[in-house]
């Protein structure tokens, strides 16, 4: 299994960037995928996932700036994030999982560790 993470950079406060997660060698009948970040001496937090079928669940702290899709032609999953400020600067991490999001399953999985990472891109929010 493969997940390879594009679109981060470097952009000022209020403006946008999209990221997208191409996911290889994942098929699975029940799946949840997402958006994952971590920045400097933070704990990793969630940031958005999704079901397949579509169902999305968001942090608190997106308050309607970010929007997660998912193409399931292409195995890829996509997060547009607008109105982006300073605080949203991290490591953005695309994860998937076996499970449906917020299962007992998903739990288990991110507890042990057990699910899938890309590497990882960095988004930096300048004031």
């Known amino acids: 299994v493969k997940l390879v993470e594009s679109g981060g950079g470097s952009v000022q406060s209020g403006g946008s960037l999209k990221l997208s997660c191409a996911v290889s060698g994942f098929s699975h009948s029940s799946y949840c995928m997402g958006w994952f970040r971590q920045a400097p001496e933070k704990e990793r937090e969630e940031v958005a996932i999704i079901n397949l079928g579509g169902q999305a669940s968001y942090g608190d702290f997106v308050q309607g700036r970010f929007t997660i899709s998912e193409d399931s032609d292409k195995n890829t999953v996509h997060l547009q994030m607008d109105r982006l400020l300073p605080e949203d600067t991290a490591m953005y991490y695309c994860?998937?999982?076996?499970?449906?999001?917020?299962?007992?399953?998903?739990?288990?999985?991110?507890?042990?560790?057990?699910?899938?990472w890309g590497q990882g891109t960095q988004v930096t929010v300048s004031s």
């Open positions: 994860a998937a999982f076996r499970f449906k999001c917020y299962s007992a399953g998903y739990w288990n999985s991110l507890k042990r560790g057990d699910n899938y």
